[in-house]
């Protein structure tokens, strides 16, 4: 009997003396989701425009690469920025249509209409007992001179067919900068004989279509400009600060149209 008290004893003390082992706390580590044209770098996001996983940061483009514009001419003494414009002047001189985000644009002559993604309401005039809206705009980018009607777009049933009838004729002014939109044309003509340019021709399909790229140093910010090969007009802008080449600008043009009638444009 007491050499189990003393076995059971022993035991009780081994027991004591030993140490649970600390809990493993093993941490989840945190999903990185960069935006797209960025890649992921451990658990921060770099720009990678060009999709070739290099951050364009670490990236050197080689003068060798400074590929030049193919002149009409032999004796062309343009340059590229500026053979490009010319390029778009002449796909563009029918006039021409893009859209943006849900709107779309038509340009000819100095005249632009703009068909809104929703038609706008300016409230109800008591005094002519009338609601005031308009879904279409017209500016001339000459004069700034500016203005909406209603068209009835998106009123197609009888009912919604009778809001747009008082309105016929009557046009409502507008500012010009609420509306106006920096055109294709407007980008190379702000850049057009610009110097700290590289320039590479087939650089990347956008939306079925063949872009040349090209880049402006502009000291704080590196601006890229991606032009359709067939018209030169540019089909996405980028604007990035150099130091964290974060984006501080970004345009889009789709659906891209050329040749325009007048009555396209231009309100009588």
Same mark, same amino acid.
């Given at each position: 009997?007491?050499?189990?008290?003393?076995?059971?004893?022993?035991?009780?003390?081994?027991?004591?003396?030993?140490?649970?082992?600390?809990?493993?706390?093993?941490?989840?580590?945190?999903?990185?989701?960069?935006?797209?044209?960025?890649?992921?770098?451990?658990?921060?996001?770099?720009?990678?425009?060009?999709?070739?996983?290099?951050?364009?940061?670490?990236?050197?483009?080689?003068?060798?690469?400074?590929?030049?514009?193919?002149?009409?001419?032999?004796?062309?003494?343009?340059?590229?920025? *500026?053979?490009?414009? #010319?390029?778009?002047?002449?796909? @563009?001189? /029918?006039?021409?249509?893009?859209?943006? +985000?849900?709107?779309? !644009?038509?340009?000819?002559?100095?005249?632009?209409?703009?068909?809104?993604?929703?038609?706008?309401?300016?409230?109800?005039?008591?005094?002519?007992?009338?609601?005031?809206?308009?879904?279409?705009?017209?500016?001339?980018?000459?004069?700034?001179?500016?203005?909406?009607?209603?068209?009835?777009?998106?009123?197609?049933?009888?009912?919604?067919?009778?809001?747009?009838?008082?309105?016929?004729?009557?046009?409502?002014?507008?500012?010009?900068?609420?509306?106006?939109?920096?055109?294709?044309?407007?980008?190379?003509?702000?850049?057009?004989?610009?110097?700290?340019?590289?320039?590479? *021709?087939?650089?990347? #399909?956008?939306?079925?279509?063949? @872009?040349? /790229?090209?880049?402006?140093?502009?000291? +704080?910010?590196?601006? !890229?400009?991606?032009?359709?090969?067939?018209?030169?007009?540019?089909?996405?802008?980028?604007?990035?600060?150099?130091?964290?080449?974060?984006?501080?600008?970004?345009?889009?043009?789709?659906?891209?149209?050329?040749?325009?009638?007048?009555?396209?444009?231009?309100?009588?």
């Amino acid at each position: 009997m007491k050499k189990i008290l003393f076995v059971l004893l022993a035991v009780l003390l081994i027991a004591a003396s030993c140490k649970a082992p600390e809990p493993v706390i093993v941490e989840k580590p945190v999903e990185v989701v960069c935006p797209d044209k960025y890649m992921r770098i451990g658990t921060t996001c770099c720009l990678d425009l060009n999709d070739n996983k290099i951050c364009d940061s670490d990236e050197v483009i080689p003068a060798d690469t400074e590929a030049p514009l193919k002149p009409d001419t032999e004796t062309s003494e343009l340059s590229v920025t *500026e053979q490009i414009y #010319e390029k778009a002047k002449k796909s @563009t001189e /029918v006039g021409y249509s893009f859209s943006v +985000a849900d709107s779309t !644009y038509f340009v000819k002559n100095n005249k632009m209409k703009l068909f809104l993604g929703d038609y706008v309401n300016l409230g109800y005039d008591y005094d002519t007992s009338r609601l005031n809206i308009f879904d279409t705009v017209y500016l001339d980018l000459s004069t700034t001179n500016t203005f909406g009607v209603c068209s009835g777009r998106y009123f197609k049933s009888t009912a919604w067919d009778k809001t747009c009838t008082p309105l016929e004729g009557i046009k409502f002014p507008l500012p010009f900068a609420d509306y106006y939109f920096k055109t294709p044309v407007d980008w190379l003509k702000e850049y057009k004989g610009r110097d700290n340019i590289y320039f590479r *021709e087939y650089d990347k #399909e956008i939306r079925g279509m063949q @872009t040349d /790229v090209l880049i402006f140093d502009e000291g +704080a910010t590196l601006a !890229y400009m991606w032009v359709d090969h067939e018209s030169g007009l540019p089909i996405r802008v980028q604007i990035d600060r150099k130091r964290d080449r974060w984006s501080v600008g970004y345009y889009e043009y789709a659906d891209l149209v050329f040749y325009l009638d007048d009555e396209e444009v231009v309100y009588s």
